[in-house]
């Protein structure tokens, strides 16, 4: 069974620190929207996110180019965070053990995919993955926004992923990427991760 977690639309706002001017014209919040009662990121699908959400700020989902543009004047860059860690892991050996009767050294790459699929929405992976980014932001002076403090919900329905130089070491093809700009949850208007937020983006006020 998929263990979901998505935040109340209410309980999300922009964090304190506000806004970061993108263009002459533009500001884009500088961290994801939180959700404030369990002290996380907002987590939600681009559809409440960009119809539910955004409007409360005069603002919508920004653009995969706006998105670069804000990777640009990023100074504080994240390495990507991604789940299952190693303890998770070993939790589900253990798991797997007591109730299959099952002697594993390892997770085999099916019982690794199905501890994705089945936790990889849920609260515990959404907290384990927040609470490292907001650890990683001890280290932030507020000034300008951050890249990868997760991947982000776009104008339409799209999704992007996290910029680093190491993407191959996540397997991946691109050398400047983890998940590279994509519209396959379009269809999607309420799909969420654990590692899944958004910014919003705003006409700066004259």
């Not at 053990?97 to 997770?107: E, F, P, V």
Request: proline share 6%.
């Amino acid at each position: 069974m998929r263990n979901v977690f998505l935040s109340n639309v209410d309980d999300c706002e922009v964090h304190e620190s506000g806004w970061f001017r993108l263009t002459p014209k533009l500001e884009i919040t500088k961290l994801p929207l939180v959700d404030v009662t369990p002290g996380l990121f907002a987590h939600l699908g681009h559809g409440p996110a960009g119809h539910d959400v955004a409007p409360r700020f005069n603002a919508r989902l920004p653009t995969f180019a706006e998105y670069e543009l804000m990777h640009q004047a990023c100074t504080l860059r994240f390495e990507p965070f991604t789940l299952p860690t190693q303890g998770q892991r070993a939790a589900e050996v253990e798991r797997i053990n007591a109730t299959r009767g099952l002697h594993l050294a390892r997770l085999t790459e099916v019982f690794e995919q199905e501890l994705r699929q089945r936790d990889m929405m849920g609260r515990e992976w959404c907290e384990v993955h927040d609470r490292e980014m907001w650890r990683r932001l001890d280290q932030w002076d507020g000034r300008e926004p951050v890249d990868n403090v997760g991947k982000h919900w776009a104008r339409g329905g799209g999704i992007i992923g996290w910029w680093t130089p190491n993407a191959r070491k996540w397997g991946v093809k691109s050398t400047r990427m983890v998940q590279e700009p994509s519209m396959r949850h379009a269809s999607e208007p309420t799909y969420d991760d654990y590692a899944t937020n958004f910014h919003l983006v705003r006409e700066v006020a004259r």
